[in-house]
């Protein structure tokens, strides 16, 4: 049933800086921008930003987690350009590693490094 995910979207609350900090920590620009709603293709998933999106909570109940490469790295990473921490790195097993921060506009983001998954 499920074709797997497409899309995860923010609330930033003010769109222009959510589009500059996002566009800092992804390296690219946004493939749609517009007042309602901003993307960015992010290794063929979409990471969108919606101002009339839920409210953000950093203890929503679904968590989504977008791959990277060095986890450690990529943790420093947000946390410099100003995320802060909500779950430190962890290892889930099978050389599987987790965490999450919170964007500077109170969204929780995930990230994964999983050397098992491969995109299709």
């Not at 493939?31 to 919606?50: A, C, H, K, R």
Request: aromatic share 12%; charged share 25%.
């Amino acid at each position: 049933m499920f074709l797997g995910l497409r899309t995860v979207i923010y609330n930033p609350g003010d769109l222009d800086k959510a589009k500059a900090w996002y566009r800092e920590v992804l390296g690219i620009d946004a493939y749609f921008d517009e007042p309602f709603y901003v993307g960015f293709e992010v290794g063929g998933y979409e990471l969108g930003l919606n101002p009339n999106a839920a409210p953000p909570s950093a203890d929503a109940g679904v968590d989504a987690y977008w791959g990277v490469a060095d986890i450690e790295q990529a943790y420093k990473r947000l946390i410099e350009l100003g995320a802060k921490p909500h779950s430190l790195i962890e290892d889930v097993g099978g050389d599987i590693k987790v965490a999450s921060v919170i964007d500077p506009f109170g969204n929780r983001v995930g990230i994964i490094q999983n050397p098992h998954f491969k995109a299709k």
